[in-house]
């Protein structure tokens, strides 16, 4: 009887601790998906920038993560300001855009 408590204690830790290795693989997967995803809504807004012949953008600086993009820097109207936080808005997957840019 104590070999079988042994064994079944055995094979319940072995279960328990893949079931939590398993959740950790998870979350690892998630958040470089996230930093993928991030990372190519940062490059699809610079290149928006670079190709809107209206827009003066070579001081903003773009964050991102999870989608939610925050544009920094500085231009040279208000136009500009209003007009970068509409070319990130139309860039597919971004989720909220957080205008902290400045006119100089």
């Known amino acids: 009887m104590h070999q079988f408590k042994r064994v079944f204690q055995s094979l319940l830790s072995a279960l328990l601790m893949s079931a939590v290795l398993g959740c950790a693989g ?9 930093s993928v ?15 809107d012949k209206t827009l003066d ?3 903003i600086n773009i964050e991102t993560y999870k989608g939610a993009v ?4 500085v231009v ?3 136009v500009d300001v ?5 070319v990130a808005l139309g860039v597919k997957g971004v989720t909220s855009v957080e205008n902290n840019i400045q006119v100089k």
Do not use: C, M
């Not at 925050?70 to 820097?73: D, F, K, V, Y």
């Open 26 to 34: 998870n979350t690892q997967r998630e958040t470089s998906g996230y």
């Open 37 to 51: 995803d991030d990372s190519w809504i940062t490059s699809k807004i610079k290149a928006a920038f670079v190709e």
């Open 57 to 59: 953008a070579p001081e």
């Open 70 to 73: 925050q544009l920094s820097g």
């Open 76 to 78: 040279s109207d208000l």
């Open 82 to 86: 209003e007009h970068a936080a509409t």
